[in-house]
């Protein structure tokens, strides 16, 4: 191994995918098994029993249910694992939505239509008639992309009367199917964001108003997600079972990575995923990262390849991560490097973590500390504050 360049054809920043159709069940089987991007088949998919069992016990019995985790966690993949595993065996329907680049109701209400239309509406000669009644209740605008012949739906309902009485017509036509529908909204914590007030109650008189009809709800600001629903004064109260996700245990993951290496003939050592997984925090995106681009190379897996391998990973995403710099100030700077550098932070306002990362008085840090917290840039557990997102902060640590 000579070159420093061994990563030349895998992109490594993660696509996002929302404008694509609500459900791309993937049939070839990917050439690495490592997926970077959302669910393809059980084969590909390491453990989590444990949360879809809770999930399957909380939808079989009707209740609504809340999943939250750090970012990057598997978050998305759990929900669609859940939800075509679920498909396929015909126990319910359904419907999936990322509201991550929504800022209005009417954007959360047009996605809502496009995954019903998507779901239920298409059939071979063209709508299903429940679809037309559909339509034609919500007042929808409905226009044909002249090349592609993709419908596309307007739907002009801007205010919160408007949106309700939209989302009304769509619980109606939901609630009345055989099977039970389960609507998965993703990234929900956005509709804190939308720039009508109103949207939590909105959606949460559409919860209440079709029983019939099971919620999930994600998203991957903890703290927001877990106010909108732990708080009292807010519409969704208590209004849902609050699953969290953690990282995959180790010994969980460990056989899966090499079984897959094994089913290549390659072979990865227990040593070198254990050092993989505590560089990546066992977090699931940068475990899956990391191995994606091992398993593309056709070097023997030593600490010398994965060195390689780390560094191209975080030179990939360096510009990115630099730009950080100019969104605040030289203090938050430093206080976020400090973190950074230590890892896992207990007390960053005492008087040795600030001396030993020479970051001034105790106020300054604890207004830059505030600052990172609230944009979520850092976050705490039990156990102390960290860089949220793994692969910046193990950037941050070079530095
Ligand atoms: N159980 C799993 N086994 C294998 N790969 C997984 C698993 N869960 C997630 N992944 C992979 O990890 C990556 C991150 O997963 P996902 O996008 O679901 O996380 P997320 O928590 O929704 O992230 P975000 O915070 O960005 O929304 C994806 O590439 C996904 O394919
Ligand atoms: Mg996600």
């Known amino acids: 191994m000579h070159s420093e360049h061994l990563v030349t054809k895998t992109s490594l920043r993660r696509p996002r995918n929302q404008n694509k159709k609500t459900y791309l069940w993937a049939v070839k089987?990917?050439?690495?098994?490592?997926?970077?991007?959302?669910?393809?088949?059980?084969?590909?998919?390491?453990?989590?029993?444990?949360?879809l069992e809770k999930l399957a016990e909380?939808?079989?019995?009707?209740?609504?249910?809340?999943?939250?985790?750090?970012?990057?966690?598997?978050?998305?993949?759990?929900?669609?694992?859940?939800?075509?595993?679920?498909?396929?065996?015909?126990?319910?329907?359904?419907?999936?939505?990322?509201?991550?680049?929504?800022?209005?109701?009417?954007?959360?209400?047009?996605?809502?239509?496009?995954?019903?239309?998507?779901?239920?509406?298409?059939?071979?000669?063209?709508?299903?008639?429940?679809?037309?009644?559909?339509?034609?209740?919500?007042?929808?605008?409905?226009?044909?992309?002249?090349?592609?012949?993709?419908?596309?739906?307007?739907?002009?309902?801007?205010?919160?009367?408007?949106?309700?009485?939209?989302?009304?017509?769509?619980?109606?036509?939901?609630?009345?199917?055989?099977?039970?529908?389960?609507?998965?909204?993703?990234?929900?914590?956005?509709?804190?964001?939308?720039?009508?007030?109103?949207?939590?109650?909105?959606?949460?008189?559409?919860m209440q108003s079709y029983p019939g009809i099971r919620f999930i709800f994600s998203g991957s600001h903890r703290q927001m997600m877990t106010s909108m629903f732990l708080e009292k004064n807010r519409p969704f109260y208590r209004s849902c079972q609050l699953i969290s996700l953690d990282a995959i245990p180790l010994e969980l993951y460990t056989p899966f990575i090499q079984n897959h290496f094994q089913a290549a003939e390659k072979t990865i050592s227990a040593e070198l995923i254990a050092e993989i997984y505590s560089w990546c925090k066992g977090q699931t995106y940068a475990v899956q990262l990391v191995c994606n681009l091992l398993f593309g190379t056709n070097e023997p897996l030593n600490t010398e390849v994965l060195r390689i391998i780390k560094s191209e990973i975080l030179q990939q995403d360096a510009p990115l991560f630099a730009a950080y710099a100019n969104l605040m100030s030289q203090t938050q700077w430093n206080v976020l490097k400090a973190i950074a550098k230590e890892g896992l932070v207990t007390n960053p306002m005492s008087r040795e973590f600030g001396s030993k990362h020479k970051l001034g008085a105790a106020s300054t840090v604890n207004s830059a500390l505030k600052m990172l917290v609230e944009k979520e840039i850092v976050v705490a557990n039990d156990e102390g504050y960290f860089v949220h997102e793994?692969?910046?902060?193990n950037w941050l640590a070079t530095l």
């Open 29 to 51: 089987a990917p050439k690495n098994p490592f997926l970077l991007l959302g669910y393809h088949s059980k084969e590909y998919f390491c453990d989590r029993e444990s949360e």
């Open 58 to 206: 909380h939808i079989d019995n009707e209740r609504n249910v809340m999943l939250y985790a750090w970012r990057r966690m598997g978050k998305s993949a759990l929900i669609k694992q859940f939800l075509q595993e679920a498909e396929k065996e015909k126990k319910l329907e359904a419907i999936y939505v990322d509201l991550v680049a929504t800022n209005s109701i009417e954007q959360a209400n047009e996605l809502l239509i496009k995954a019903v239309y998507e779901r239920f509406g298409k059939t071979s000669t063209g709508f299903s008639s429940a679809f037309q009644k559909l339509i034609g209740s919500l007042g929808v605008i409905l226009t044909f992309d002249p090349t592609t012949g993709f419908p596309a739906f307007e739907i002009g309902a801007s205010s919160i009367a408007k949106s309700q009485e939209s989302l009304n017509s769509i619980g109606k036509f939901l609630q009345n199917r055989k099977t039970t529908v389960v609507i998965a909204i993703d990234e929900f914590q956005q509709i804190t964001k939308f720039k009508e007030p109103g949207a939590e109650g909105m959606f949460r008189t559409f």
């Open 390 to 393: 793994t692969l910046f902060g």
